[in-house]
């Protein structure tokens, strides 16, 4: 059985393959990821009075996606330079919102996905709801996330130099857990973070692809229907393609990590997959706009040309208005 010593000059490339990948997917993320993202926020702003369908849980999503998207040019300038000069808490933190983003994203795509199944199952539920209730299930579900992902950033240290480079993110050493732990913590967290939400979004895709076969469906309930269908199925595209291979990869690497895979090849190989789902578990933030305009006739009726050029006149409009105002009450005081 070769040693960890054995791997040091193999390892090399690997790292420098590692950070490319990196570095490549951030960049693409970036720019369209922000842009969807503040769009996303504006739309859903302009229509929240109009409509109960999750609107609350979509605007949460696209928060917990602008907060991963914010510290990537420090991701992307840290796998171009292999250093981190911010310090150490700043790594921390960053390193801590990739997680608060990505399970703050599978709860709200949880929700959305309950949200719409309910709203298709019980059709007259949306009369007595009150969006209140969507407001105080997403703050319970941010403080929940945000103290429970402070286990990642506890379970790395930021103390460990290369030469004159320090390290950051999937770089950060493990700290030495015994493997009772280990797998306690990983079992937990794979069954709470990221297998009974699976479940339920596929028990609500199951469900609403049975309702789809009434035998005498009404026309209208049944374009409702299919709606709800589109978005829930992408619900549960987003956690098959961005969501799952992390969660697969993510105890093989942990176990890398903690130097209890001794094994080269497997070592390499789990490194490389473990980046590749990395990335796409990045990719979310990028996706969720796109899934916004092809499944909510809200988000692409905003974005069409003519409500956007009445959207704007009317916001240049109420800025005028108000900066007369203001200017009048300066001059009569």
């Known amino acids: 059985m070769p040693t960890n010593d054995t791997c040091a000059e193999p390892d090399g490339h690997i790292t420098d393959l590692r950070y490319f990948i990196y570095a490549v997917t951030y960049t693409v993320i970036l720019v369209p990821g922000f842009i969807g993202n503040i769009l996303a926020l504006w739309v859903f702003y302009g229509y929240m009075k109009e409509t109960k369908r999750a609107v609350i849980f979509m605007i949460n999503l696209a928060i917990a996606d602008l907060l991963q998207i914010l510290s990537l040019p420090l991701r992307i300038f840290y796998y171009l330079n292999h250093d981190w000069p911010f310090g150490s808490g700043l790594c921390m933190f960053c390193f801590y919102l990739k997680y608060v983003n990505m399970y703050a994203s599978i709860f709200f795509l949880v929700c959305i996905s309950v949200r719409r199944f309910c709203f298709l199952m019980y059709p007259f539920c949306p009369r007595n709801y009150k969006r209140k209730y969507d407001l105080c299930i997403s703050i319970a579900g941010w403080v929940i996330i ?178 007369t105002t203001s200017t009048m009450t300066t001059e009569l005081c």
């Open 146 to 323: 945000c103290l429970a992902c402070m286990l990642f950033p506890h379970l790395r240290t930021s103390d460990d130099t290369s030469g004159n480079r320090t390290k950051c993110f999937v770089d950060l050493p493990t700290r030495n857990v015994n493997v009772a732990q280990s797998v306690a913590m990983i079992t937990i967290g794979e069954l709470i973070g990221f297998v009974t939400p699976l479940l339920i979004v596929l028990y609500c895709t199951w469900k609403a692809v049975l309702s789809l076969q009434d035998k005498y469906p009404v026309a209208q309930d049944l374009g409702e229907k299919k709606k709800a269908l589109k978005m829930i199925l992408t619900c549960a595209g987003v956690f098959l393609i961005c969501f799952a291979p992390y969660h697969f990869s993510f105890p093989l690497d942990f176990l890398v990590k903690s130097n209890k895979i001794k094994s080269c090849l497997a070592r390499r190989v789990i490194l490389i997959f473990h980046s590749v789902a990395l990335c796409l578990a990045s990719l979310n933030s990028c996706l969720d706009p796109v899934i916004y305009y092809f499944t909510t006739s809200e988000f692409r009726r905003r974005l069409s040309r003519q409500d956007l050029n009445d959207s704007i006149h009317l916001h240049v409009k109420s800025f005028v208005s108000n900066h």
